[in-house]
């Protein structure tokens, strides 16, 4: 009798921390982490653990650290383009319930390549790097700034209630990108920017769409000469 109890004692004792260990790794499969109760256990099965526990933590800062590779750009902190088109995607879906604008501004920076061939591309990168930092001075919380790659960028603008609200931030946002910037410690250059704009609903109803008719504008706009903004 005393063994039969002995028995039922000791597995106890070791089933529940496997249990609580198999919860874990179950809660750790659905994308949290649960820290183990280690109380009343043995010491093998405590450093086990304790292992664990470490292991979970790094694979998670790990794919923390993926995910943050997709969804922003690693030079300037704006967002990629994939994740820009997810993110103005769901707003535009908000607009559509609350009936409010939302505006997809497409920009093109003006005299890059020279500075890029001139200084190199270091410097270029300042430019990149003080041109999404102006951005964010003028933008609000509630809008994106997304890189489309090399010196292209796009502006998500919600909410819109008039179109003049959209054209006084384009004219802002000129006026900043227009001002010097310095690179290399001590020389200062400039560049302008060319925006094209689309609007919802008056340009488009899905982001592509808007996307697509937000690049005719720019092109507009950088064959007229740059630095201005142009309408769809």
């Not at 964010?136 to 603008?157: K, P």
């Not at 060319?194 to 899905?206: K, V, Y």
Request: some cysteine; proline content about 2%.
């Amino acid at each position: 009798m005393l063994g039969f109890i002995l028995a039922r004692y000791l597995a106890r004792r070791i089933s529940k921390p496997i249990i609580n260990l198999s919860e874990a790794a179950f809660a750790f499969a659905n994308g949290n982490i649960n820290v183990v109760d280690k109380a009343g256990m043995a010491p093998e099965i405590k450093a086990l653990a304790t292992t664990l526990e470490t292991t979970f933590i790094e694979r998670a800062r790990i794919q923390g650290e993926l995910q943050h590779l997709v969804n922003f750009d690693q030079l300037t902190g704006a967002l990629t383009r994939i994740h820009f088109q997810n993110s103005f995607d769901s707003l535009l879906q908000l607009a559509k319930r609350t009936g409010e604008g939302i505006a997809v501004l497409y920009l093109d920076l003006d005299r890059f390549k020279t500075i890029n061939d001139t200084y190199g591309h270091g410097a270029g990168d300042q430019v990149l790097r003080s041109v999404v930092e102006r951005m964010r001075l003028r933008l609000r919380g509630s809008d994106l700034v997304g890189r489309r790659g090399g010196d292209e960028f796009n502006v998500g603008l919600y909410p819109v209630r008039h179109r003049s609200e959209v054209e006084t931030v384009c004219r802002d946002l000129i006026e900043l990108l227009s001002q010097p910037i310095t690179i290399n410690g001590d020389i200062l250059v400039s560049v302008g920017v060319s925006i094209g704009i689309a609007l919802f609903p008056d340009n488009g109803e899905t982001t592509e769409h808007l996307e697509i008719n937000a690049d005719m504008a720019l092109y507009r706009a950088k064959n007229s000469g740059g630095n201005n903004f142009v309408w769809f």
